[in-house]
């Protein structure tokens, strides 16, 4: 065969469709968000390039129509997983050794059947599965995981660019192996990219995987599979199962070829699994590579230069887009008691406009909260405020899970700069603000720092670029994606890597090649020309 030094296309990011009215885009997706709602699909397992069904069966309804079915998924027997982890490392021995471009060209063929023929179809399953609207789910199922695929090929042939310096003497070059033995990727239920990119970008990387989605995300998830086996993705590179986590892990974490983790989830669970596999240290062949993207407990910050209706606006993109059910969502303000009059009026006079219900009316800017679980948390805390002291809800507070999950979007302000839900995750439609005085700004800054125990994303809003700069410094640790004069949500892949440190994870940066270093184990190889033929150094004469 040929031999060359490939170049893969420039990888450029999938622009944004409108789905404005008259719109070729707003037609396909009303049509492929009826015919799927009103279908009812069964989702086995996908093994070793198979679809594979048990005896064990769990219905999927979506949040903001609990009460119908629109199919089900098979849930996985632990004599599954073993066949996962097996096949998977069988699988290897090809995957691995495969050369790069071919890797390249699958997942680049994935990355176009998502942008083009797919499009509609990923989208309407995210808009049941999760009950996004169109725009979430445009540009997360359709554009960030394009987006991530493409990257993803360009910065793994960078990475295999970065090679050593070699001399007259001797030849010095990296290999960058896959991991050995077989990786696990855990994905959450709030964005269909990440669920695709977390196995997608180990596979590229030459490493194999068994895969399990959220249990909210499954249906979304299937046409994730259907798109790589499409794409020409071998059977037993990426293995999907369903079904109870802690059997799934507990299976998963005794293979003694385990040998990388992939997750995005809560801190907690993040936290167990790392205890787990420490525990199991001793076992494994190799050190396992933990990468996780947790929670978030992120802030708007607001100078008194600020341009009112601009903090009004980000605080309601950033708070309530998609519910808040974003890891980087706004779930706390502080906003300076000078322009809070003017921000409070135009925050309210927004919120009166907003629409909520289910997202096949487009018009709908809020949806459901993924499930009961999640309700009930939300509502706990909504009338908690409402019997506090040190807390007043100016907006929202009204809720209703009598057909669909939906709470209303909320804005709590309060007196007490530490407030529980000044502090604790909600993943939900709820921002509570703090009125600082405006000459506390800089003490501001220590507060935020310190309140919560995360740093994934902030903002400032300021025209004022001595506060700006006061800001990026105080700053520095409470955040890992920064935002200025916007909101603190809608990272870019190769624009904005995303991740945070702290309670948030490895700040490995997803969307970028410092994630994709973490999936290979380079290899230095010397290669000298003239080798010696004495062991006597000068010196010893």
């Not at 939300?378 to 999950?405: L, M, T």
Request: one cysteine or more.
């Amino acid at each position: 065969m040929g031999k060359g030094f490939f170049k893969v296309p420039i990888a450029k990011n999938e622009p944004v469709l409108t789905y404005a009215q008259g719109t070729k885009e707003r037609e396909n997706i009303i049509n492929a968000y009826k015919g799927m709602f009103n279908s009812n699909i069964e989702i086995p397992m996908f093994i070793n390039g198979e679809e594979v069904k048990s005896t064990n069966k769990e219905t999927l309804s979506p949040p903001h129509d609990h009460k119908k079915i629109v199919g089900y998924y098979h849930k996985a027997d632990k004599d599954h997983i073993e066949e996962a982890i097996s096949t998977a490392i069988e699988a290897r021995k090809l995957w691995a050794n495969l050369p790069w471009e071919q890797r390249a060209g699958i997942f680049l063929k994935a990355a176009e059947l998502v942008a083009g023929p797919y499009r509609s179809k990923i989208n309407a399953a995210t808009m049941i599965a999760q009950s996004k609207t169109v725009h979430q789910a445009e540009i997360d199922a359709a554009c960030e995981f394009t987006d991530f695929l493409r990257f993803n090929v360009q910065f793994m042939t960078e990475i295999y660019s970065d090679q050593p310096q070699s001399t007259n003497q001797s030849w010095n070059r990296i290999e960058y192996r896959p991991l050995e033995g077989f990786t696990y990727a855990i994905t959450p239920f709030n964005f269909t990219a990440i669920a695709g990119n977390l196995p997608a970008c180990m596979a590229l990387m030459g490493n194999v995987v068994v895969w399990k989605p959220s249990d909210s995300q499954i249906y979304s998830a299937k046409v994730i599979i259907d798109i790589f086996k499409e794409a020409g993705v071998p059977p037993g590179v990426i293995n999907v199962v369903y079904g109870d986590p802690e059997m799934i892990t507990e299976t998963v974490l005794s293979s003694p070829d385990f040998s990388g983790l992939h997750f995005t989830g809560s801190t907690f669970v993040f936290k167990d699994l790392w205890k787990k596999i420490g525990e199991r240290i001793h076992s494994y062949k190799t050190y396992p590579r933990i990468v996780g993207e947790t929670g978030g407990k992120d802030f708007i910050l607001a100078h008194n230069s600020a341009i009112s209706k601009q903090v009004s606006a980000g605080i309601i993109r950033g708070a309530f887009e998609f519910q808040g059910q974003k890891c980087s969502a706004a779930s706390r303000a502080y906003l300076p008691k000078s322009t809070w009059p003017e921000i409070k009026k135009n925050l309210i006079k927004e919120l009166s406009s907003i629409s909520m219900g289910s997202p096949e009316n487009l018009s709908n800017f809020v949806t459901a909260v993924i499930h009961e679980k999640s309700f009930d948390k939300i509502v706990d805390y909504i009338e908690r405020a409402k019997k506090s002291s040190d807390a007043n809800i100016i907006a929202g507070g009204n809720y209703d899970k009598s057909k669909g999950y939906f709470i209303e979007p909320t804005v709590i302000v309060t007196t007490d700069p530490h407030y529980e839900t000044m502090g604790k995750e909600l993943f939900g439609p709820i921002i509570t603000i703090f009125i600082y005085n405006d000459s506390a700004f800089k003490s501001t800054l220590e507060l935020i720092d310190k309140t919560s125990e995360y740093a994934l994303t902030g903002a400032i809003f300021s025209t004022d670029r001595y506060a700006i700069d006061m800001a990026c410094r105080g700053l520095r640790n409470a955040a890992g994606n920064f935002y200025i004069n916007d909101k603190p949500t809608g990272a870019v892949v190769g624009q904005q890597p995303f991740g945070g440190a702290r309670a948030s994870g490895t700040n490995d940066k997803a969307g970028s090649a410092q994630n994709l270093l973490r999936w290979v184990s380079p290899r230095t190889i010397k290669e000298t020309f003239i080798s010696s033929e004495n062991y006597r150094y000068p010196f010893l004469d």
